[in-house]
Every structure is written in structure tokens, then in C-alpha cells.
């Protein structure tokens, strides 16, 4: 029997049907992926399995070339209200300007010492504002110098694959690309130390879109001092 004959027309057909059945399936293999991940504590006793969640912050950095990084700057505010900072976390992208202003009827010094931005803004009045510009990424741990109770955290990030805990500790991140990427967590109480024991590297598919869960102790009570490094003396003036 004579073997069949294939036009140029049948090859055309044969070629461009192969373009599109690869096209198909590397759409299929860049398809975003939705991942999850969780907290669990090192303690499992009833009183704190009702407990809130500690406010923390998943981020996944790309190790793949085509993976998109960007971000883009913005403008944010955290705002001094109540001798409290609103919000009491805050997830910046590296390049971002965060406003403090002072919704207070009493002088705030907003200030952080920590490795993600360094600064001091002074004393100013109420009513009044001052910024800071997030320029690297970091965890800036943000105090003010007057009321020692005050405290807020700006994490600034060049990715924009990141998810907050919810108050169940659920992290969820929508519109992951599918690769390998380096993961990393902060929790608010938990010691440098035991949150690089949680970075690793990962790889994000449609069967490991499941990250599993974070164990680690109770939040500590972690004391800060003033902007001179000292312990804060008793705030005796009288507010207004």
C-alpha cells in the first residue's frame, strides 16, 4: 500500500496546529496559581487555640527568569491618633512614601532604629505631618520617643507576591507564577532567629500551591528603649 502524501496546504495545517497545542500548553503552564499557607503554634492548649492570630506577613521572592518583580510605588499613611498608630501594620512596595501625621492634640517623635529604614522625625505639634520615603526593602519597627506604648510596623517589599495573615492565620497569595522562589515570614513577637529558620526555598506549582503550616512559639513581650537606646522614663505630663 502506497504511503499517504501530505500536501504543503497538510503541512501547514500540521504545523500550525502544532504552534497552538504548544501555545495551549505553556499558557496552561504559566496559568496563575492561588497559594496558601498557615500559622501553627508550638502550643496547642484551648486557651490559645481561641486566641487571635499575631499579626504576620508571607512573601515570596522569584528565582526564575520572566517572573515579573516589579512594583510600584505609593503613597501611604500611618496615622498618630489615640497615642496609636493606625494601621498597626502596614505592607509597603520599596519606593513608597508613608506619611505620619499627628491627629493627637500632643507633641509625637516618631522615630526607628531597625534595619529596614533608620530615622528620626522630631518633635512636631498637632496637627502636623512628616514623611518617610521606604527606599530598600526591610522591616522598620516604628516607635515614638514619647509614649512608650506606641508601636507600628512597615514592611517595605520589592515583590509583589506577598499575603497577610488573616485573623485565623491564613496567608493567601492570588496570581502566583508558577517556578521556584525563595519564601520568607515575619511574625510580630517572634525573634529574628526563629523567623530565618522559616525562610526556604520553594517551588509554586498547580500540586505544592499548599505551603503547609509555620510552627513557632508564642509571641513575646519584646521591650524596646527610646531613641538613645535607654529605657523610657514615667510619662508624667498631663496630656493636653
Known amino acids: 500500500m502506497a504511503p499517504a502524501r501530505h500536501t504543503r496546504w497538510d503541512c501547514l495545517l500540521l504545523l500550525a ?3 497552538s497545542l504548544g501555545a495551549q500548553t505553556a499558557a496552561a503552564a504559566e496559568q496563575p ?7 501553627a503554634t508550638a502550643q496547642r492548649d484551648a486557651a490559645h487555640k481561641t486566641a487571635k492570630a499575631s499579626p504576620a506577613v508571607m512573601w515570596l521572592k522569584p528565582l526564575r527568569a520572566g517572573v515579573t518583580t516589579h512594583v510600584t510605588p505609593g503613597n501611604f499613611t500611618l496615622e498618630q491618633k489615640n497615642k496609636m498608630f493606625t494601621p498597626h501594620l502596614l505592607v509597603v512596595p520599596v519606593g513608597s512614601n508613608v506619611a505620619f501625621p499627628n491627629a493627637d492634640p500632643f507633641f509625637h517623635n516618631v522615630f526607628s532604629l531597625f534595619d529596614g529604614r533608620r530615622f528620626d522625625l522630631g518633635l512636631y505639634e ?3 505631618s512628616r514623611s518617610v520615603v521606604f527606599r530598600r526593602e526591610g522591616v522598620s519597627y516604628i516607635f515614638c520617643n514619647i509614649h ?3 508601636s507600628a510596623v512597615v514592611i517595605a517589599l520589592s515583590t509583589p507576591y506577598y499575603g497577610i495573615a488573616d485573623t485565623q492565620g491564613v496567608f ?3 496570581g502566583v507564577p508558577s517556578g ?3 519564601l520568607h515570614v515575619w511574625i510580630e513577637g517572634q525573634r529574628q532567629s526563629s523567623l530565618d529558620r522559616l525562610t526556604r526555598r520553594v517551588k509554586i506549582d498547580e500540586q505544592s500551591a499548599d505551603l503547609g503550616e509555620f510552627s513557632v512559639g508564642l509571641p513575646e513581650q519584646l521591650q524596646h528603649l527610646n531613641k538613645f537606646g535607654q529605657p523610657y522614663e514615667p510619662d508624667t505630663r498631663p496630656p493636653y
Open 17 to 19: 496546529f502544532s504552534m
Open 148 to 150: 512608650s506604648e506606641m
Open 126 to 128: 498637632a496637627g502636623s
Open 180 to 182: 521556584e522562589y525563595d
Open 33 to 39: 496559581i492561588d497559594v496558601i499557607a498557615r500559622l
Open 172 to 174: 493567601r497569595l492570588k
